[in-house]
C-alpha cells in the first residue's frame, strides 16, 4: 500500500531512526517501522529519492511510501511495516501549515499512577489504559531544553525539555537529532511531537521526538 505522509519526527532510536508522520489526506499518524515489532530503521531506509539524489528524510517533508502492512502494537498503534522500495519526495509543506496537523489531547497519556513522564505496560497489556494514538502534535508557548544529570545512576547526561500543555507540567527525554548538541535554553512558540515509546523496565516512556 502507498500512502504521502508530512513528516513530523526522524528521531533517534537505539542509534538509528524512528520516522512518524501524517497521511496528508486522513491526517491519520503512521509510523513507518522495520518489522511487525515495532523495529528502528536504518540510515538506507529512512533515506528518499528525489531529482537531486538520495537524502536522509526531515520534517515537513512530503514522502511517498510503500508499506507491506498495518502492524499495530497496544503501545504503538500507528506503526505500519515498509518495503523495500525507495521512498520518494512529493515536496514539503511550510511550518505555518503545521497547525492544520495538529493534535488537541486533554493530556498527554495521564495513567493516573505514573510520573508524567511514562506510562505504566502492565496497564496497556490489560487494556486498562487503551492507546488510541502514541503520537501527538502540540502547540506550546514555551519549551525549556536542558541536559540532565543521571551520574548518580551511572548513566550519561539526558537532553530534557519541560513544557506546559493544558496547564499540566511535562519534563520529558528529547530524541531530536537536532538537539544534539545545544546550550541550556528556553524556546518560545513550538510544535512539539510527542511519542510513547517502546517498553522499557515496565514502562512506555514519553519522549520529544521533535521540537519544530
Known amino acids: 500500500m502507498i500512502k504521502t505522509i508530512v513528516i513530523f519526527a526522524n528521531s533517534v532510536k ?7 508522520g501524517k497521511d496528508i489526506i486522513t491526517k491519520e499518524w503512521i ?16 533515506k528518499y529519492q528525489n531529482p537531486y539524489g538520495k537524502f536522509l528524510v526531515k520534517p515537513l517533508q512530503k514522502i511517498i511510501i ?50 508524567n ?24 508557548e514555551k519549551i525549556h531544553i536542558y541536559w540532565k544529570n543521571r551520574s548518580n545512576f ?11 500543555y493544558n496547564n499540566i507540567s511535562y519534563d520529558l527525554p528529547i530524541t531530536d537529532p537536532n538537539f544534539k548538541n545545544f546550550q541550556e535554553q528556553d524556546l518560545e512558540n513550538k510544535f512539539l511531537c510527542i511519542s510513547l515509546g517502546e517498553e522499557y523496565k515496565g514502562y512506555c516512556y514519553k519522549l520529544i521526538a521533535s521540537i519544530l
Open 14 to 20: 537505539h542509534n538509528q531512526h524512528c520516522v512518524a
Open 154 to 164: 551511572r548513566e550519561n547526561s539526558q537532553r530534557r525539555g519541560f513544557f506546559k
Open 31 to 46: 509510523r513507518p517501522v522495520g518489522d511487525k515489532n515495532g523495529c528502528e530503521l536504518r540510515d538506507k531506509q529512512t
Open 66 to 115: 510503500d508499506f507491506l502492512d498495518k502492524a499495530p502494537l497496544k503501545q504503538q498503534p500507528e506503526n505500519y511495516i515498509i518495503s523495500n522500495n525507495i521512498w520518494q519526495q512529493n515536496y514539503k509543506i511550510e511550518r505555518e501549515n503545521i497547525k492544520f496537523f495538529l493534535d488537541y489531547p486533554n493530556n498527554l497519556w495521564l495513567d493516573g499512577i505514573s510520573y
Open 117 to 140: 513522564d511514562r506510562v505504566n505496560y502492565k496497564l496497556i497489556q490489560s487494556e486498562n489504559i487503551i492507546i488510541n494514538q502514541s503520537l501527538y502534535l502540540i502547540e506550546v
